[in-house]
């Protein structure tokens, strides 16, 4: 059974860092990524990780902002944001699945087989 669970989330002011991490099980996954979604928007894809290629990718909107982070050993992703603006509120949800990513298909949330619950992140002054 594959669980995903989200922390780090919470209230920030703008230009404010946060670091989100996600738990996942012992299960091999070929890759990891970062959603959000706020009110009355459609999820969106802000970070993914491909685990045999290492390679990572970003929105247009979070690049040079946010850095994924795969920790392997310890069974862990994280998501460190900096400059942080009141447009990246949002539930952040941790991703993983078994289908292989690339640079067109990273952000499309059918790619991804199991979903954390979520974690709110607030910018605001």
């Known amino acids: 059974q594959v669980q995903l669970v989200e922390s780090g989330g919470g209230l920030v002011q703008p230009g404010g860092t946060l670091r989100l991490s996600c738990s996942t099980t012992s299960f091999t996954l070929n890759h990891y990524g970062w959603f959000r979604q706020a009110p009355g928007k459609e999820r969106e894809g802000v970070s993914g990780?491909?685990?045999?290629?290492?390679?990572?990718y970003y929105s247009d909107s979070v690049k040079g902002r946010f850095t994924i982070v795969r920790d392997s050993p310890n069974d862990m992703l994280y998501l460190q944001m900096d400059a942080l603006k009141p447009e990246d509120t949002a539930v952040y949800y941790c991703a993983a699945g078994l289908p292989p990513i690339h640079e067109n298909n990273w952000n499309l949330p059918r790619m991804y087989n199991y979903w954390g619950q979520g974690t709110q992140v607030t910018v605001s002054s």
């Open positions: 990780f491909s685990s045999p290629s290492g390679a990572t």
